[in-house]
């Protein structure tokens, strides 16, 4: 059964850093795209980055030039780190798996981890 374990979620000040982890069991991480994704209280879930097997990147513009996503296969292990953070980035974030990757369009998969809170207070 695949499983994705986020974690890293907390408090922070704006202007502040968080670097979430997303460990996945299973064959479904590896060679595989990856992405996060975040969900802001009474808003609809959005692609945050996402990352191809090879580790080629892509960002939404709100995150671009603050947020890096990294793979370490041999881990099984995705990390989004966040610096530079702001009010507006509060949300559940989540890790998926199972996606495609079609040039830079990223289809969501699957596998969802149970997401891990951030914060980010003015």
């Known amino acids: 059964q695949v499983q994705l374990v986020e974690s890293g979620g907390g408090l922070v000040q704006a202007g502040g850093s968080l670097r979430l982890s997303c460990v996945a069991s299973?064959?479904?991480?590896?060679?595989?795209?990856l992405a996060w994704y975040r969900q802001a209280p009474e808003k609809q879930r959005e692609l945050v980055a996402d990352?191809?097997?090879?580790?080629?990147?892509n960002y939404a513009d709100s995150v671009k030039g603050r947020f890096t996503l990294s793979r370490d296969d041999a881990k099984n292990t995705v990390f989004l780190q966040m610096s530079s953070l702001k009010p507006e980035d509060t949300a559940v974030y989540y890790c998926?798996?199972?996606?495609?990757?079609?040039?830079?369009?990223?289809?969501?998969?699957?596998?969802w981890g149970q997401g891990t809170q951030v914060t980010v207070s003015s």
């Open positions: 998926n798996a199972g996606g495609t990757l079609y040039g830079n369009t990223y289809s969501q998969g699957n596998y």
């Open positions: 299973g064959s479904i991480f590896s060679f595989r795209p």
């Open positions: 990352i191809s097997a090879g580790g080629n990147t």
